[in-house]
Nanobody, 126 residues
């Protein structure tokens, strides 16, 4: 069973950048489709980004496309999310997740993912 631990969140001003990391243990992420989701207070969980198990395909939510970049380093067993041009509406808890069945068509569906981290808070001040 894979354990996921996010880090890199914090407080940043509008227009700033952050890099989130998701370190895996108990298994290799090389066999998983990986994704990032976020949840803001009072809102539903939102798809942010996903990367295929081999890293050749990526996908982004409409609200972050062009500003965020997902990547993975299977050798380091780590997933990343680069957040650029941050806006106050990006404020949320960010979660990484792993999908064992690697169904790319389900990449935006949080219910498809089998393992989740505890989340890291990102706060963007206006």
């Amino acid at each position: 069973q894979v354990q996921l631990v996010e880090s890199g969140g914090g407080l940043v001003e509008t227009g700033g950048s952050l890099r989130l990391s998701c370190a895996a243990s108990g298994g290799t992420i090389g066999g998983y489709m990986m994704g990032w989701f976020r949840r803001a207070p009072g809102k539903e969980r939102e798809f942010v980004a996903a990367v295929s198990w081999g890293g050749s395909s990526t996908a982004y939510g409409d609200s972050v496309r062009g500003r965020f970049a997902i990547s993975r380093d299977n050798a380091k067993n780590t997933l990343y999310l680069q957040l650029n041009s941050l806006k106050p509406e990006d404020t949320a808890v960010y979660y990484c997740a792993a999908d064992h069945f690697k169904n790319w068509r389900m990449r935006e569906n949080w219910e498809s993912y089998d393992y989740w981290g505890q989340g890291t808070q990102v706060t963007v001040s206006s």
